[in-house]
């Protein structure tokens, strides 16, 4: 794909020479053919629980290998697909790749980002439901990440959404906490049944006395209306004790690992340490 031009070879999407909409489009011609090439992957990374310091879930994400010139990341190529629609066929593959992966390792919850775009399809509980059945995944293992963007777009059909996602027995994450605007106090009415804290914020408990109150107050009341609490972008083991004292059950970050292919992750001490 790289342009030759002259002794200098350009790389792909060199900003530069493409204008952004450009760029876009190249981005999405190669989703599609990455999707019909099958290049696209699922690496996973430990949520941890606090106390006994062992796996209790994984969090699927969305990996690209294929480029020469530099893997894409998802925060890269999630929002060209969200944008061109195919959103929906990366959506179907990674929750059907992560299920299956899943389905034999009967200690894990699965935890699977869910794009705004694909709450919109109104038939999206349903592929939900079929891909578990196809997968033989028992629901009450899998939990769906969603962000405030999506909540505020639509919060009937959210509602909704979310209400029938539960009586599947599938469990909903709000996830990125504390990069919106919205309060956990209008964020309740959404029954979610656990709440991420970014890692913009988790991540700071160890050197800022304002995001750590507010990292603690969020594990509060968020514990207090029976809400599980996952703090993200755990990297050191001082941020781990700190968030772990200040009553925040699960954790996950590079502290116990980063994302990878899951023979790896059923390789750390972390799993089945006990
Ligand atoms: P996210 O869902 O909030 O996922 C957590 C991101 O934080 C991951 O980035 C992960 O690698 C990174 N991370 C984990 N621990 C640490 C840490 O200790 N420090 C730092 N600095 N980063 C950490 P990743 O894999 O690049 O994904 C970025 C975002 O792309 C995700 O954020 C999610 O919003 C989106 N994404 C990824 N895969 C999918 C997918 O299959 N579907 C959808 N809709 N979105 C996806
Ligand atoms: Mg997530
Ligand atoms: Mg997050
Ligand atoms: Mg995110």
């Not at 913009?200 to 160890?206: E, H, I, K, R």
């Not at 996950?252 to 089945?272: D, V």
Request: proline residues 5%.
């Amino acid at each position: 794909h790289s342009k030759i031009t002259g002794k200098a070879r350009i790389t792909h999407y060199d900003a530069a020479l493409n204008s952004a909409r450009e760029r876009q489009l190249m981005i999405e011609n190669d989703i599609r053919e990455g999707l019909e090439r099958e290049e696209f992957d699922v690496w996973y990374q430990p949520i941890v629980d606090a106390h006994s310091q062992t796996m209790i879930g994984v969090e699927a994400l969305a990996r690209w290998p294929r480029r020469p010139d530099g893997e894409l990341k998802p925060d890269d190529f999630i929002p060209i697909a969200e944008t061109s629609g195919l959103i929906y066929a990366l959506g179907q593959f990674v929750l059907r790749r992560a299920c299956s992966d899943l389905q034999q390792i009967d200690t894990l919850k699965l935890s699977v980002n869910i794009s705004p775009a694909q709450f919109r399809d109104p038939e999206f509980e349903d592929k939900v439901a079929r891909v578990l059945e196809t997968c033989l995944f028992p629901a009450h293992r899998l939990q769906l990440e969603v962000t405030e963007t999506y909540v505020l777009e639509n919060p009937e059909r959210a509602r909704s959404a979310i209400a029938n996602l539960k009586a599947l027995g599938t469990a909903v994450a709000l996830d990125d906490f504390g990069t919106g605007y919205s309060s956990i106090g209008y964020l309740r009415r959404f029954n979610f049944d656990t709440i991420k804290i970014d890692k913009s914020l988790a991540g700071l408990v160890d050197d800022d006395v304002q995001a750590s109150a507010l990292v603690s107050g969020t594990i509060r009341i968020a514990s207090a209306l029976g809400m599980q609490v996952v703090a993200e972008g755990v990297e050191n083991e001082k941020q781990m004790k700190l968030l772990r004292q200040a009553g925040c059950e699960q954790l996950q970050g590079y502290y116990f690992s980063p994302p990878l292919p899951l023979n790896e992750i059923l390789q750390l001490p972390i799993w089945r340490k006990r």
